[in-house]
């Protein structure tokens, strides 16, 4: 439970800025002012999500925030306040270390969860020791509001889908590389997106954090203008796409990439080549109910005999079918684009020279 209550405790009114003394900003003033921005939540809450590019500068550990907010719903606003005093006031200095050693120019922005008590604390803290300080009205909870509202902006939205091994995520990159606007969900994710997409990379965000990140790519981003996103489903890994979004996206055109099978294969060697051999049994294991169980031997066998490559080619069937299916399910219509042979900068200058008024349900 959270404590931030509206107005403070008389006694405690000296330790608090007042909104005359700092500056006091919206989201959308927040995130262009100056100064890193410092989240004074607990750990806990920091970890959940946060505001990209935050540092934590918690006011409370978690077991200590959890004994105030029981303070307070079972004594009181006051109670909860001696509590939470008792335990900040010790630390003011490490604090007051920790914000310098962070601020830009003595400069710094701050945020709690909803704009309230903790948030004010540090501020007049941060005020009284020369740091000149921003405050996030409404806190993270009105951040949280701007993320849905973006991630919710209708956009023209080009969708790149393909099957597994036609190098869809090289070739997104490399259509950004280009200067198309491209929203890479699963780079955003650390997954590639199957049963084998969290292999060799870092753990993944909360579902949250990653709506955070897809927030703060979108808003770079002219809504008018065609944005390229890769073919998902509504999960990557564990992180879920934004809702609203992905409405967008299974209305959106399509265009298909296509490659020949065994250029298909030399990618997917290529990306798994080096990845620790148990991992990638343990995931073949994973899909048995669907690709069965003579394949998944296979495979395995293959996989424990450094053959990489044929236990791709048994894998692919399972995945082939999925996508296909997938593909019939789609109410709009879907261009293929042969790009065999091409590099992942020639195939996506070959997209980008189609005029996409001119994708229809055709092979280019």
Not at 2 to 21: C, F, G, R, T, W
Not at 114 to 134: E, Q
Not at 264 to 280: K, V
Request: glycine share 8%; net charge neutral.
């Amino acid at each position: 439970m959270s404590i931030e209550p509206d107005i403070s405790a008389p006694k405690y009114e000296h330790l608090l800025v007042s909104d005359n003394e700092t500056t006091v900003q919206a989201y959308e003033d927040f995130r262009g002012s100056e100064g890193p921005i410092l989240d004074v939540r607990s750990p806990a809450e920091f970890e959940a999500g946060r505001i990209p590019g935050a540092r934590s500068v918690a006011l409370f550990s978690d077991e200590e925030r959890a004994e105030v907010g029981i303070a307070y719903k079972k004594k009181g606003r006051e109670a909860a306040m001696d509590i939470g005093y008792g335990i900040a006031e010790p630390r003011q200095e490490e604090l007051i270390k920790k914000a310098k050693r962070l601020a830009d120019d003595d400069r710094v922005r701050i945020y709690c969860a909803r704009g309230g008590l903790r948030s004010k604390s540090v501020a007049g803290l941060l005020t009284s020791a020369g740091i000149k300080v921003t405050r996030l009205e409404g806190g993270y909870k009105s951040y949280r509001q701007w993320v849905r509202e973006t991630v919710s902006r209708p956009r023209r939205i080009q969708i790149l889908g393909g099957l597994t091994g036609t190098g869809k995520t090289d070739i997104l990159i490399a259509l950004g590389e280009l200067e198309e606007q491209v929203l890479d969900l699963e780079g955003l994710a650390n997954h590639r997106g199957s049963a084998f997409g969290g292999l060799g990379l870092p753990s993944q965000p909360t579902t949250q954090q990653y709506e955070n990140y897809v927030a703060k790519e979108l808003i770079k981003q002219d809504p008018e203008e065609t944005v390229w996103i890769e073919s998902e489903s509504g999960r990557v890994g564990t992180c879920w796409v934004p809702e609203e979004l992905y409405k967008q996206m299974k209305l959106a055109p399509t265009v298909e990439i296509k490659r020949p099978f065994e250029e298909r294969l030399d990618i997917l060697t290529e990306i798994y080549g080096s990845t620790d051999s148990n991992g990638l049994i343990d995931a073949t294991k994973r899909i048995q109910k669907n690709l069965g169980g003579d394949r998944v031997k296979k495979a395995v066998e293959f996989i424990e005999n450094d053959q990489l490559r044929e236990a791709c080619r048994v894998i692919l069937d399972y995945y082939d079918r999925t996508y296909r299916e997938s593909l019939k399910r789609r109410p709009v219509s879907v261009t293929r684009v042969e790009v065999g042979g091409l590099t992942d900068r020639d195939a996506a200058k070959k997209l980008k020279s189609i005029s996409l008024t001119q994708f229809s349900n055709a092979t280019v």
